[in-house]
């Protein structure tokens, strides 16, 4: 029962328990290939859970995850190091080797996957600079950078392997406005210039909006909606709607369950 | 890189002192020979009462050391302390009827073996045996036989 | 709004964290297994080895060395005015080489191994983790284990008990400073009396194990501490906190047992 060939990536039935906490229940997610796809939801709801998932870096309590036709639970440790060269991580902070310098960042997958000599590695690293601006920071320590170029070096890190499949964690936290630009244009063009598959866990609404082809809202350990940013701006689950619009209070409450607020405030027993 | 450069430097002389520290324990502290030794020949004694030496007391002839006690053990059909003395082989021309006496460093000092010289021509050779020896003075008997002395002497009067 | 707890929860809790104890036990020997054992290693472990000796030995020395003098020339100093008073102050060379050989050069350098390099270890890999570099090199398909955690594991394994001669060494040598050139104990009587008193295989070599045996509690608890730790900034501060509260309390628990053992039958 392989995978269909148009889906990169296939969640079946995938249940993951943290502690006694359920954070997703028998939920099914497919993610289409050479596409940009979203995932959103209220923080909180396991979204870079579902990253770890797909990256085989957890291990699902029951369900299948399919990566290019292959069950990742099944796999050996081998067949999963070998896996890797296929995926490429964007951390939330970015996750830069504090004790190496951006070039050697960047070269560092090279080292790892290839047997390549030391000019191609570096024709190969200045490639992938360029390509998100950076050439000029080669030999700048990743403390010297800024936050918002750390997220590009560490892009650029993602892609030295040249990966079919891109995960991306919350990669506009804590970016200025400019910096948020050049990275949305940077996803846009890395999955279309080179049909890249892109998936996207985030919470900026109307980043991922902007960027994304389709987008998978989760919450409560469910799937709660799916569909392009245009269908799910006009759904009618009042779920979906609260969260594409912003809307403070509603099936989501704005209190944290509390008792009763006036026997709160009289009983002072 | 240079700096990488530093780095190991600093390692290997790290390293280095870490050996050589190790090697001043063994030769000035411990006192280890080098080479484990200048060759030597062994020597055995029995004493009645070895009271007090230990392993790696020093055995001296003149006040000058010329050996250590490598090993002290019971001989069973003999009832007799056995100490096993390495000595210089240099120090070969000692005659057979030497002494060698338990002696003590001071009033309360370390116990050490003190050999005095014999007559005869023929010498000590390796895993030969002294005879004429002299055991540890224990305080203890010598108290208490000035007591029965003087307890003797007291009933004689 | 605190409400006493009823006896039979207290037990509970009691129980609880007995279990919890246990658990911490076994995970860390886990992760011990897996960083000595597991296979496959990237990239070259000396050059990697090389660097944690320098951040771990190296940086150590200086406050290794300038302790090791002070804590002699102190032994010497007090050694002294005791055993003036027996009349064989020549004794001194043995006492101090002997306390440092057998007790203080490994339990010290243990204890400032813990609070400079056991520290700063638990603190890095710690910090290391709250930035996602562990979870991103098991992305690229390294193992943080082997490339992260084992050349400090190692690194800790061997310059301790280095740091620990070197510091019996300059002890030595700070006592016999204050003896011989201050107090005017005869030199050769101050290191003929030691060298007749230490033996190598009991004295150097026991003192060697036991820092052996530190060595590998200390680093073990410190890379532990901070591969465990929360990936929050106190998550780390704690980590570092206990790295060194439970070091210390290892080294010298341990040093009552291996004392026991070594030295306990005569």
Partial sequence: MSADDTYAVELKEVTFTRGSRTIFDSVDIRIPRGKVTGVMGPSGCGKTTLLRLIAAQLKPDSGQVWVNGRNLP?????????????????????????????????????????????????????????????????ELAPDELSGGMKRRVALARAIALDPQILLYDEPFVGQDPIAMGVLVRLIRLLSDTLGITSILVSHDLAETASIADYLYVVGDSQVLGQGTPAELMNSENPR????????????VPFHYPAPDYRTDLLGGD | MQNNRALEIGVGLFLLAG??????????????????????????????????????????????????????????????????????????????????????????????????????????????????????????????????????????? | MRKVLPLLERIRLLGRSGLDVLEALGRSTLFLLRVLLGRGQFGSGFQLLVRQLYSVGVLSLPIIVVSGVFIGMVLSLQGYNILSSYGSEQAVG????????????????????????????????????????????????????????????????????LLAMIFSVVGIWGGAMVAVDWLGVYDGSFWANMQNSVSFSEDVLNGLIKSVVFAFVVTWIAVFQGYDCEPTSEGISRATTRTVVYASLAVLGLDFILTALMFGDF
């Fill in chain 1, 74 to 138: 099944e796999l050996s440790r081998a067949d999963l190091f070998d896996m890797r060269k296929q995926f490429g991580v964007l951390f939330q902070s970015g996750a830069l080797f504090t004790d190496l310098d951006v070039f050697e960042n960047v070269a560092f997958p090279l080292r790892v996957h290839t047997k390549l000599p030391d000019e191609m590695i570096r024709d190969i690293v200045l490639m992938k600079l360029e390509a998100v601006g950076l050439r000029g920071a080669l």
């Fill in chain 1, 240 to 251: 979906i709607r609260q969260f594409m619009q912003g809307i403070p209070d509603g099936p």
């Fill in chain 2, 19 to 157: 050996v050589l520290a190790l090697l001043l324990l063994a030769l000035r502290v411990s006192g280890l020979a080098v080479g484990a030794g200048q060759d030597t020949y062994k020597v055995y004694a029995y004493f009645d009462n070895i009271a007090g030496l230990t392993v790696r007391a020093k055995v001296t002839m003149a006040g000058v050391t010329i050996g250590k006690v490598t090993a002290i053990d019971l001989d069973r059909d003999r009832y007799a302390g056995r100490v096993t003395m390495e000595l210089m082989e240099e120090v070969n021309n000692l005659p057979v009827d030497s002494t060698a006496s338990i002696l003590t460093a001071g009033l309360l000092g370390e116990k050490y073996i003190g050999l005095s010289v014999g007559g005869e021509a023929e010498v000590l050779e390796n895993e030969s045996v002294i005879h004429d020896t002299q055991s540890s003075l224990v305080l203890e008997d010598l108290i208490g036989k000035f007591l029965l002395n003087s307890v003797n002497k007291g009933e004689s009067d």
């Fill in chain 3, 94 to 161: 043995q006492m101090v080489a002997l306390t440092l050989l057998r007790e203080l050069g490994p339990v010290v350098t243990a204890l400032l191994f813990a609070g400079r390099a056991g520290s700063a270890l638990a603190a890095e890999i710690g910090n290391m983790k709250s930035t996602e570099q562990l979870s991103s090199l098991e992305m690229i398909g390294v193992d943080p284990l082997k490339y992260i955690i084992a050349p400090r594991l190692w690194a800790g394994f061997i310059s301790m008990p």
